[in-house]
């Protein structure tokens, strides 16, 4: 198994990596909710964006009101 820290090739059964010492043995469980995990951050941050640009366009609203 090709440790993904490091590129070192370590034994099929190996868990922990022979060169950097990291964890390489990922359940496909965890590499599936890692997956599901990005996605969500993805559409939050989306969100998020949405937000900062709508907090923005109201902000430079109420400051061309004041000025
Ligand atoms: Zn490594």
């Not at 390489?24 to 964006?49: F, G, N, T």
């Amino acid at each position: 198994m090709m440790c993904s820290f490091c590129l070192n090739e370590n034994g099929p059964e190996a868990l922990v990596c022979g060169s950097c010492a990291r964890d390489i043995a990922v359940p496909k469980s965890l590499l599936a909710e890692r997956d599901d995990l990005i996605r969500k951050r993805d559409a939050v941050l989306r969100e998020l964006a949405k937000a900062k640009a709508e907090i923005e366009r109201l902000t430079r609203r109420t400051n061309s009101r004041s000025a």
